[in-house]
């Protein structure tokens, strides 16, 4: 299946518990998709969120519970139905030319940067995923990527990570890492998914550089394509303009 117009019952083949709030669902479905694109969960009778494609082959989406849509959805089990609208949106665009990469995420805008590191690898890239986190307890995927990073061999795929309290990796955020690896001239471009103030964190860092940066913004969804107006971000539709943009 190319895309669902409308919602479609996807059943979850598996769940994995990444951390005490956090759990991935492998649902039964594909879509053809590109890392960045989200799709809409819908709960029938309670309401329907956007999430970002861990992958679109089988459909995984990577839920952190805050509230009460990813509370509800972390009650279901596995052989349960959850309906997906989608893909939407631009995803990043990574031109296999982009040889040295840097892969920025922050809590669960992680989610989609596994996919992206995979697919820029198998072009030869060299990648540098950067996570980061509140508390060890916070980080997403840390394990995910250093298994791939182990399979690859020395210098292909380098992780870093960062808690704000110190508890793992360098003490302090994604854009103390970042900074200095600007500063070498050995980046050709910078590809981000996290919180508000991470991006703008990095809008800064990265406006004094020459190097491309693209960032998947977070809004709040509602029709997803283009219609409500509620995922407006500084004079675009993020779902249908982002909700990746470059800087
Ligand atoms: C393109 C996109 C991709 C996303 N990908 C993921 C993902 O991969 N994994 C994941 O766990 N979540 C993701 N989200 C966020 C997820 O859609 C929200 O957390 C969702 O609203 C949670 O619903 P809820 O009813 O559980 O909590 P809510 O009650 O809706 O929200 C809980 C708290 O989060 C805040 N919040 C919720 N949505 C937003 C927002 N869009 N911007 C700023 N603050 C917000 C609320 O103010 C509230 O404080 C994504 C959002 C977007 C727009
Ligand atoms: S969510 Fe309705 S316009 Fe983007």
New binding site residues.
Partial sequence: MNCFTLPTAARIADIETDNYRTKTFILDVRLEAAPGQ?IMAWLPRF?E????LVSADPVT????A??????LVHELQVGDLLWLRGPF?RGFDAPATSRRIALVGGG?GV?PLLWLARRQLAQDAHVTAIIGARTKADLLYAHRFATLADTLGAGVLTVRLTTEDGSAGVHGRVTDVLAPLLNTGQLDAIYACGPHGMLHALTQLARRTTVPCQM?W????RCAIGICGACEHDGKVLCMDG?VLAL
């Fill in positions: 989200f309401d969120k956007p999430f970002s989406l990577m839920i952190t805050v509230g009460p849509f990813t509370r949106g669960y989610a998947s977070e809004a709040y969804m909700p």
